[in-house]
């Protein structure tokens, strides 16, 4: 028996990225990271459940008119109650029949130093940031185990998670928590095909972005990035369809840092 591989077998990476027969969930679904990747996901024939939060019943209604129902479902859910997650889990596989994607887009951020940060504000970004992803992850792994075709899990996580940033100590705690249990997911989950990565994001201009780093203290950031610059909400939608795709089968564990080479330094 030969122990030779022929080097001229290859994976069959679709290259054009195809996710037709797919349904992705994106928690946040409504944000701004969310939306660019909602997008591409649609243009590469994906179906989508979207879950957003209860203060956005009238933004989802509002932009559920501009997606075509039979393929874009919206779902009401708090993310970091575990009871909501499995109801918005059970929503989504009832009316698509399978799930093959997770997004974890849903975030929050308060900047505050650390003496000034109170145990209630703590508590709310370690829930949306950590707990949120935890319970959806642990949900739709579930799911994708027992349907027994794989899954792709998408955690978006943050610069803060990996350098220390002032007035970040809830969001890089709960950021570099995700970090830790994406690694874990990957490797307990290998074996049954879902891959599980996170993102790490520089500012991206979002509203959520935006509002935090506007001004002096936005123009001071963007020279200590050596590209000189934020993120647009597009590259990391691009990075996220990647992920989704096949041609990151051999990618699980991983951090891809999207930061203008911030964390260079």
Known sequence: MSNEYDVNLRYGVDTAGDL?????????????????????????????????PAFERE?????????????????????????SVEKAFFQVESHYGQLDILVNCAGYVMLQPVLET??????????VNLTGPFLCSQAAAKRMIKAGRG?????IASQAASIAIDNHV?????????????????????????NVNTLSPTVVLTPMGEKAWRGEKGEAMKKLIPMGRFAYTDEIAAAVLFFAGNGSDMITGADLMIDGGFTIW
Do not use: H
């Open 20 to 52: 037709t027969g797919k349904v992705a969930v994106v928690t946040g679904g409504l944000g701004g990271i969310a939306m660019a990747s909602n997008e591409m996901l649609l243009e590469k024939g994906a179906k989508l459940a979207l879950l957003y």
């Open 59 to 83: 933004k989802a209604l509002e932009i559920a008119e501009q997606f075509d129902p039979a393929r874009v479902l919206f779902v009401e859910c708090d993310v970091a109650d575990p009871d």
């Open 151 to 155: 899954g792709k899990i998408i955690n």
């Open 118 to 127: 109170e145990f209630a504000e703590w508590n709310k970004q370690i829930a």
């Open 170 to 194: 809830a969001y890089t705690s709960a950021k570099a928590g995700l970090l830790g249990m994406t690694k874990v997911m990957a490797k307990e989950f290998a074996p049954y095909n879902i």
